[in-house]
């Protein structure tokens, strides 16, 4: 059983910078692949980024270049860097735990473990 916990949500100005974080529970974290998903309101839920268990990290096109994951192993944390923020990527932003891949890391379904979610508003 893993427990996810966001933080550094909040309100910036487009063209900002914002860390979220994710802290996990457990001693099995580095086993575990990790991403970020956002939701707006009235939208599905979208992929953000991964970072795999092994490091490799990917980051959906709509993100590329603004946004980077990473994770620290020994805090049991992973962390999403955006910049030059969007007010498009207004929307709670939820990170998510696997260690067993079913089917496609992309997919929202394929996750075992989520955490509450942290709002990031950004404003013209």
């Known amino acids: 059983q893993v427990q996810l916990g966001e933080s550094g949500g909040g309100l910036v100005q487009a063209g900002g910078s914002l860390r979220v974080s994710c802290a996990a529970s457990?001693?099995?974290?580095?086993?575990?692949?990790m991403s970020w998903f956002r939701q707006a309101p009235g939208k599905e839920r979208e992929f953000v980024a991964i970072i795999y268990s092994s490091g490799i990290t990917y980051c959906t096109d709509s993100v590329k270049g603004r946004f980077s994951i990473s994770r620290d192993n020994t805090k049991n944390t992973v962390y999403l860097q955006m910049n030059s923020l969007k007010p498009e990527d207004t929307a709670v932003y939820y990170c998510a735990a696997t260690r067993v891949v079913r089917g496609t890391l992309l997919s929202a379904g394929t996750y075992d473990y989520w955490g509450q979610g942290t709002q990031v508003t950004v404003s013209l």
């Open positions: 457990g001693r099995t974290f580095s086993s575990y692949h």
